[in-house]
Structures are given as structure tokens and as C-alpha cells.
């Protein structure tokens, strides 16, 4: 079982700009797949963003074509944290936001992952 914990989230203004953080204790992404979800009440759970990890490298991302440009998510050094950098936000990004991984399947579908945090409020303000 991997534990997964979010922090980051928060309110900010419409134009601003927040840092998601996703940690897995004790262990490190390597050999996984890691990718950001949100959901919206109301709403499905869609994709956000992904990084690939599963080869090691980490070096291949993946964005929803709404936050192309504006986001951009990231591993350390280490492979044990793995961010989500938000920028110009809109009021419609409200939502929580999940850290989730996976060691194989498809990279933009959550049907693929095995692991999830427990999520992180992100409310942008008009």
C-alpha cells in the first residue's frame, strides 16, 4: 500500500498562483506513474496533469489541454515529492485536488490508478 499526502492547496485570488505538493512517506516515486486529479462538486474527477515515472526517468509530462502553459508539475531530485505548480487560476479550477499513482496503464486515466491522497482544497476567488 502506498500512502499518499497533498498539501499546498488554499484560496487565492483569480490571476494568482498556488504549489501542490505530493508526498508518499517513507518511499519514493520511482518506478510509478504520478499524476494530479480534480474534482468540482457536482462534477466527475477529470485529469489535471502527469508525470511519468514508471521507467525511472521522469522526464515525460502530460497536461489537460485547459492548463497547458498555465501549470506545470514537476519531481525533486530525490523522486520522493512531486509538485503541481498553478498559475493564473480561474474561479472554475475550484475544486479538491488529488495526488494519485500508478505503476502501469494509462497515464490520463484514473481508471489506471491504484493509489490515492486524500486531497487538497484549492478555491479560486472572482
Known amino acids: 500500500q502506498v500512502q499518499l499526502v497533498e498539501s499546498g492547496g488554499g484560496l487565492v485570488q483569480a490571476g494568482g498562483s498556488l504549489r501542490l505538493s505530493c508526498v508518499a512517506p517513507?518511499?519514493?516515486?520511482?518506478?510509478?506513474?504520478v499524476g494530479w486529479f480534480r474534482q468540482a462538486p457536482g462534477k466527475e474527477r477529470e485529469f489535471v496533469a502527469v508525470?511519468?515515472?514508471?521507467?525511472?526517468?521522469?522526464?515525460?509530462?502530460t497536461y489537460v489541454d485547459s492548463v497547458r502553459g498555465r501549470f506545470t508539475i514537476t519531481a525533486n531530485n530525490a523522486r520522493n515529492t512531486v509538485s503541481l505548480e498553478m498559475n493564473r487560476l480561474k474561479p472554475e479550477e475550484t475544486a479538491v485536488y488529488y495526488c494519485?499513482?500508478?505503476?502501469?496503464?494509462?497515464?490520463?486515466?484514473?481508471?489506471?490508478?491504484?493509489?490515492w491522497g486524500r486531497g487538497t482544497q484549492v478555491t479560486v476567488s472572482s
Open positions: 494519485a499513482a500508478a505503476v502501469r496503464g494509462i497515464p490520463n486515466d484514473r481508471e489506471s490508478y491504484d493509489y
Open positions: 508525470i511519468i515515472g514508471i521507467y525511472g526517468l521522469f522526464d515525460s509530462t
Open positions: 517513507g518511499r519514493t516515486f520511482r518506478g510509478y506513474n
